[in-house]
């Protein structure tokens, strides 16, 4: 008895990108597209009434985008296997989508073949990397992120202590303006608003110990 159909549900707020996916699995028995998104939110909702095995899921879509829909899914226990198909290789894209529980993620200028065999990969729960983005988690692994200057690291450290801005300026001997500029490029370094968010972050990073 041949094997079940790999049952895809195809997210992308492009019509054509949509038609262009679609036209790749039409006609191959191998595989059975359910339906189409326009955007994260319908993306979920279809997955919950369709049941799909493999979601090709774009990010950056209206309304909902693709890492919060891939967050969404987990949320509701959507056994479907999430596979990004995107133009965007960043680390701002890339590594978010890995860590929300994308099973794999593959740029839009893949081969027919490559995209075929990593929904295969997908269904079976393999994960697949495009290797563009395979060399980019790699390096992220070799050289872990420590976005800090060795005197925002210091500002960080007195922070972590309880120190004032006015009292790190007296410790470090430099003006307390310039503490304040550093706190401003730390917060931004670390995706905080607050000491406290940003000292939780450092230590979880492994920044501070």
């Keep these: 008895m041949p094997d079940s159909p790999v049952r895809l549900l195809i997210a992308d707020d492009h019509p054509i990108v949509r038609d262009g996916?679609?036209?790749m699995f039409t006609g191959d028995p191998r595989f059975e597209v359910l339906g189409e998104a326009g955007d994260g939110a319908q993306a979920v909702e279809l997955a919950r009434a369709l049941e799909p095995d493999v979601i090709l899921m774009?990010?950056?879509?209206?309304?909902?985008?693709?890492?919060?829909a891939i967050k969404e899914l987990v949320r509701?226990?959507?056994?479907?296997?999430?596979?990004?198909?995107?133009?965007?290789?960043?680390?701002?894209?890339?590594?978010?989508a890995i860590e929300a529980g994308a099973t794999g993620y593959l740029l839009k200028d893949a081969q027919r073949e490559e995209l075929v065999r990593a929904v295969e990969a997908a269904a079976r729960g393999k994960a697949v990397l495009s290797p563009s983005v395979a060399t980019r988690l790699l390096s992220q692994v070799r050289t872990p992120a420590d976005p800090l200057s060795a005197r925002e690291r210091e500002i960080l450290e007195l922070i972590a202590q309880g120190a004032t801005n006015r009292e790190?300026?007296?410790?470090?001997?430099?003006?307390?303006?310039?503490?304040?500029?550093h706190v401003l490029h730390i917060y931004t370094k670390l995706g905080v608003n607050d000491r406290a968010a940003a000292v939780a972050v450092a230590y979880q990073?492994?920044?501070l110990t």
């Excluded at 774009?58 to 919060?68: A, E, H, I, N």
């Excluded at 790190?168 to 304040?180: D, G, M, N, R």
């Design 76 to 96: 509701l226990g959507i056994a479907a296997r999430v596979l990004v198909l995107t133009t965007y290789d960043t680390d701002s894209d890339v590594l978010p």
């Design 21 to 23: 996916i679609r036209g």
């Design 205 to 207: 990073r492994g920044l």
């Design 58 to 68: 774009d990010l950056r879509m209206p309304r909902m985008d693709g890492v919060s």
């Design 168 to 181: 790190a300026a007296a410790q470090l001997f430099i003006s307390e303006a310039t503490v304040k500029t």
